[in-house]
């Protein structure tokens, strides 16, 4: 059966597309993967798909659109017939979509990076996640952390801030303030496929990350 992974967010800019892109970029190395674009007109994920079409064959990954949650559900289904990994690039916005999404997921991630603001806006989450998990209990949220700048106190102090307010698991894995991740997505490429090192290791790490969780949930 598919693995769903969701990439949620109320605010904008936290690094959904960026996340929901690399991830689906690796987990298509070894197996058949879709990535779903559901925040529309926007469509970074879509455009990012068109992009890469021009540099890499796509191989194992493919591209679907999702007008809204109706449709989502739709997609969802026949994107679980043929392939091992379907991955969900979210909207910015508490809407039915990102409930949808919260409800269909194996797994949803919720990006944020070490700020205050951004702290306040996933407390928005919460309420969406326990109205979600009235649906189905258990549903596996879990956050991570971008553009995380590990040598700061600040961003120590924030985190910590984050698991007393939020109380939300979060993965091992930290994505750091790295501008490959930029010139990346512009090229429709994803970390591993450029020139920053560090970069790969821990989309590859979060990518290991993802699939033990998801091996776990199996049991
Ligand atoms: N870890 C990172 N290091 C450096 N730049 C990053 C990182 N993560 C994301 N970015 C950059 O920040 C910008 C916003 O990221 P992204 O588009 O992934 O966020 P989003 O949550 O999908 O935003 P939107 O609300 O526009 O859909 C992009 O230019 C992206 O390249
Ligand atoms: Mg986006």
């Given at each position: 059966m598919a693995k769903i992974i969701?990439?949620?967010?109320?605010?904008?800019?936290?690094?959904?597309?960026?996340?929901?892109?690399?991830?689906?970029?690796?987990?298509?190395?070894?197996?058949p993967t879709a990535l779903i674009d559901c925040d529309l007109?926007?469509?970074?994920?879509?455009?990012?798909y068109a992009v890469r079409k021009s540099e890499v064959p796509?191989?194992?990954?493919?591209?679907?659109l999702a007008r809204d949650y109706?449709?989502?559900?739709?997609?969802?289904?026949?994107?679980?017939?043929?392939?091992?990994?379907?991955?969900?690039?979210?909207?910015?916005?508490?809407?039915?979509?990102?409930?949808a999404i919260l409800v269909m997921s194996t797994l949803c991630l919720v990006p944020l990076g070490a700020s205050g603001a951004e702290i306040w806006?996933?407390?928005?989450?919460?309420?969406?996640?326990?109205?979600?998990?009235?649906?189905?209990?258990?549903?596996?949220?879990?956050?991570?952390w971008n553009r995380f700048r590990s040598q700061t106190r600040e961003a120590h102090d924030l985190s910590e801030a984050a698991r007393q307010e939020l109380g939300l698991k979060e993965l091992s894995t930290r994505l750091g303030y790295r501008v490959a991740y930029s010139e990346a997505l512009a090229r429709g490429l994803a970390v591993n496929e450029?020139?920053?090192?560090?970069?790969?290791?821990?989309?590859?790490?979060?990518?290991?990350?993802?699939?033990?969780?998801?091996?776990?949930?199996?049991?």
């Open positions: 969701g990439v949620i967010q109320v605010k904008g800019g936290v690094g959904r597309s960026t996340i929901a892109t690399n991830l689906a970029a690796v987990l298509s190395l070894k197996k007109p926007q469509g970074t994920s879509a455009s990012w796509p191989a194992n990954l493919t591209l679907a109706r449709h989502l559900v739709r997609v969802v289904d026949e994107a679980s017939r043929e392939h091992r990994y379907i991955v969900i690039d979210g909207p910015p916005r508490i809407a039915e979509m990102t409930r806006s996933t407390a928005d989450l919460l309420r969406t996640i326990e109205a979600a998990r009235k649906y189905r209990p258990g549903i596996d949220v879990r956050i991570v450029w020139l920053d090192r560090t970069a790969h290791i821990e989309m590859m790490a979060l990518a290991d990350e993802v699939k033990k969780i998801l091996k776990e949930e199996r049991k």
